[in-house]
């Protein structure tokens, strides 16, 4: 069975960067939606960014910080966070699924990897 695996969690101070990457055991080219989701602690998982038939989309606290991407060679998804808050803070999960208009059927998740930002 396909999985996922996330790597390039951390501890980053406040203003830093990470890059996370999500690694899957075989081919993620039938998935046409990819996401990466955040849990802080005593919080609901959230979505962070997902990118869909190539176009990308953002939850708002990250916006113009984060870039998803995807390389399907590589069957790797990553997540570019930079200027790193206190808030972003968490376990970061990534995700495949499919996505149908407003729809989206998350199939597969990774384990997560935990991101720390702290001074």
């Known amino acids: 069975q396909l999985q996922l695996v996330e790597s390039g969690g951390g501890l980053a101070q406040p203003a830093g960067s990470l890059r996370l990457s999500c690694a899957a055991s075989?081919?993620?080219?039938?998935?046409?939606?990819m996401g990466w989701y955040r849990q802080a602690p005593g919080k609901r998982r959230e979505l962070v960014a997902r990118i869909t038939d190539g176009s990308t989309n953002y939850a708002d606290p990250v916006k113009g910080r984060f870039t998803i991407s995807r390389d399907n060679a590589k069957n790797t998804v990553y997540l570019q966070m930079n200027s790193l808050k206190p808030e972003d803070t968490g376990v970061y999960y990534c995700?495949?699924?499919?996505?149908?208009?407003?729809?989206?059927?998350?199939?597969?998740w990774g384990q997560g990897t935990q991101v720390t930002v702290s001074s």
């Open positions: 075989g081919s993620i080219s039938r998935f046409n939606a």
């Open positions: 995700n495949a699924g499919h996505s149908y208009g407003p729809i989206t059927t998350i199939e597969l």
